[in-house]
């Protein structure tokens, strides 16, 4: 049991890990088609995981119908949204045009889903502004330099602040490609580092913790 | 090297064969040199469907003269070949070439020339091709000698040798390190994002209010979703030893999967396994802006005390975390996603910058074998800025002296495809 639940996954996750770390190497093209299929079959595993998903996220909301939760009216509407677009797009054929016209599936769509989609990012804006608002309250040093950069960037993106403050655009691309580029890196050298360091950790089992199971 | 990589190259033919057909068209007697030493091989390193024909440089490369490549199947009447690339005679040299010194297939001062499939090319792997240079200026035109080749893919790409070299370096680095620090005490800096965890975990059981836990946009397959999953345990263990309600909502099903295994054996552990609950992990949907309105619409319904934002993320980022905030919820976030670190900053209490995510499971554990890696990613870090330092000063002094041997050094840490 114990070589079903923990080394055998540790075995095949190795013997993967090292596989494809390999096939980075290697241009020929039966190494691009080994990583063609790998693709494909989480693809298909992606596929099969949806219906856990999908059973999970009903299995939520009918706990929250059931028990009247706060917001429960709200689960009412999700069931109601899945079945409606289901239902389109099987009638439409998962065709969002047919001939010229528009099905209900791409009726939904195009004027359900890209609107909806479109207002929470609208909502990027204003929550931009009120971040801003209270990042940039002078309150510390730090938080002070931070207020100075980030007019002079404003300042320097715009005509109309270029044309208030000459000298914004040329600092601004100084403060962006000197100063912002350099710590930018330096936060990608440890994020590489970091990523290697565990993908190594896994592929040779020392960070188990992902399989849960504790240790043997 | 340029006899190593004739090695490589088995299916190129070196006899040289002059054009009696072709010629009969170059001007008799005419004062243009015909391109000498010309070589055509398989294209090294690659996949195939393509072959490098270099030849030595002329005195008649001039920018008024211009070198045609033409290619043709092999056996087929050489005054058929095609013209499938003309260019000035003084460009296309090795030297010009994105590849490394260990990867030159002649002297820098040689012309090159990579014929690729596309734009009426189409070069089939194991097929034998006829490939010659001619020179052309103004009227005159003299042609090489026909040469013979067939491409084929390679099972190494030897320009990425050093990358090879790199990454068993760091590899050994980091497993010796864990090997040290199994028999030596190794110091950690303080983290305050990590030392915040229990402060924010014993916050929300003195409210009696959930904790929130977020995994990140991508799926299970990436080292920052795989750190969550890994810190997410960590946390679990303390959520159950306090017993505070836990949501982890998913925008992938496997990593939900993956996460529920994990919370329940942190349940475990703590010693409180009937306090788990299934559905403590769940699904929303993988749609960026939908996952987002339900996640912000948990915040303003249940009211978590504390919310943690592991992971990678996107524009979804700032939408989560300033939800969070008006709140008044305790905010976590660790994330490898650089563009989006400015909004965490502003908007949470603390965050793990970059590796710091990375490094959370060794904080938060202790465990020597965790802290080794650590020390094995700063000794890492202390050798790319030696080499930052050293390849500065390199390449200065190669740009100030005009000498080519800075290339020898610096070549090695470039990133050839």
Redesign the interface.
């Known amino acids: 049991m114990i070589f079903l639940r923990r080394r055998l996954p540790l075995l095949i996750t190795m013997i993967t890990g090292l596989l494809f770390?390999g096939q980075?190497?290697?241009?020929?093209?039966s190494s691009?088609l080994l990583l063609t299929s790998a693709t494909k079959w989480?693809q298909i595993?992606?596929g099969f995981?949806?219906?856990?998903?999908?059973t999970?996220?009903f299995?939520?909301h009918a706990?929250k119908i059931r028990r009247q939760e706060?917001?429960w009216g709200?689960s009412f509407v999700l069931y109601a949204g899945v079945f409606v677009t289901v239902a389109a797009g099987i009638f439409a054929r998962g065709k969002e045009s047919f001939e010229g016209a528009m099905t209900g599936f791409g009726w939904v769509y195009s004027f359900m889903l890209v609107p909806?989609?479109g207002t929470?990012?609208a909502?990027?804006a204003f929550?931009?502004a009120?971040?801003?608002y209270?990042?940039f309250r002078a309150r510390s040093r730090e938080a002070a330099v931070l207020l100075v950069a980030a007019v002079i960037v404003m300042m320097g993106r715009v005509p109309l602040g270029e044309y208030l403050m000459p000298l914004s655009g040329d600092v601004s691309q100084w403060i962006l490609n000197v100063l912002n580029a350099s710590v930018?890196r330096a936060?990608?050298?440890?994020?590489s580092?970091?990523?290697?360091?565990?993908?190594?950790?896994?592929i040779?089992g020392?960070?188990r913790?992902?399989?849960?199971?504790?240790k043997e | 090297m340029k006899a190593f990589l004739n090695i490589l190259n088995v299916n190129a033919f070196t006899a040289f064969i002059f054009l009696a057909g072709i010629s009969s068209y170059s001007l008799a007697g005419a004062a243009l040199p015909a391109p000498v030493e010309l070589q055509v091989i398989d294209t090294p390193?690659?996949?195939?469907g393509s072959l490098t024909a270099i030849w030595a440089p002329s005195p008649a490369d001039t920018a008024d003269a211009q070198y045609q490549v033409l290619l043709g199947e092999a056996g087929t009447d050489p005054a058929s070949l095609k013209v499938i690339a003309e260019f000035p005679a003084n460009a296309r040299y090795v030297k010009d070439a994105k590849g490394a010194w260990w990867t030159r297939p002649a002297e820098r001062s040689w012309h090159h020339y990579v014929i690729r499939n596309g734009k009426g090319v189409d070069l089939k792997d194991g097929t034998l091709y006829a490939v010659t240079v001619a020179m052309r200026r103004g009227e005159e035109r003299v042609v090489g000698p026909l040469l013979q080749a067939t491409p084929s893919?390679?099972?190494?790409?030897w320009s990425?040798v050093n990358?090879?070299i790199l990454?068993l370096g760091?590899?050994a680095l980091?497993?010796y390190t864990?090997s040290h620090a199994k028999r030596n005490n190794i110091f950690l800096r303080r983290i305050p994002g990590l030392d915040a965890v229990d402060e924010a975990i014993g916050r929300a059981t003195e409210l009696g209010k959930p904790i929130l836990y977020l995994t990140g946009a991508h799926?299970?397959?990436d080292?920052?979703t795989?750190?969550a999953?890994?810190i997410l345990?960590r946390v679990a263990k303390r959520t159950a030893a306090y017993e505070t309600e836990l949501m982890v909502p998913?925008r992938?099903?496997?990593t939900?999967?993956?996460c529920q295994?994990?919370t329940?054996?942190a349940y475990?552990?703590a010693g409180k396994p009937d306090l788990f609950k299934e559905?403590s992990?769940?699904?929303?949907?993988s749609?960026?802006?939908?996952y987002?309105?339900a996640v912000d619409?948990i915040m303003l319904?249940?009211k978590p005390a504390a919310n943690f934002f592991m992971g990678s993320y996107f524009?979804e980022s700032?939408?989560l975390t300033?939800t969070g905030?008006s709140t008044g919820a305790i905010q976590i976030a660790g994330t490898?996603s650089?563009h989006q670190?400015p909004?965490f900053?502003?908007?949470c209490d603390y965050t793990l910058?970059?590796?710091e995510?990375?490094?959370a499971?060794a904080y938060l554990s202790k465990e020597p074998?965790?802290i080794g890696?650590l020390r094995?990613?700063d000794m890492?870090?202390a050798v790319?800025l030696s080499v930052i330092l050293i390849g500065t000063l390199l390449a200065t002094v190669g740009v100030a002296t005009g000498g080519s041997w800075p290339q020898l050094f610096l070549d090695f840490f470039k990133d050839l495809k």
């Open positions: 770390a980075y190497y290697v241009p020929h093209p691009e989480l595993i992606g995981a949806l219906v856990l998903g999908i999970s996220l299995h939520q706990v706060a917001g709200y909806l989609q929470m990012f909502i990027l929550f931009i009120s971040a801003a209270r990042s930018r936060i990608l050298i440890g994020v580092l970091g990523a290697i360091a565990l993908s190594l950790k896994i040779f020392v960070e913790s992902y399989l849960g199971g504790g | 390193n690659d996949g195939g893919p390679n099972w190494f790409n990425q990358n090879l990454a760091f590899g980091v497993f864990i799926d299970m397959g080292p920052s795989i750190a999953a890994v345990g998913h992938e099903p496997i939900m999967a993956v295994e994990i329940k054996q475990l552990e559905d992990n769940f699904f929303i949907t749609d960026q802006f939908s987002t309105a619409g319904r249940k524009a700032l939408l300033e905030a490898d650089d670190l909004f900053v502003t908007t910058i970059g590796e995510l990375y490094a499971s074998v965790q890696t094995g990613q890492g870090k790319i």
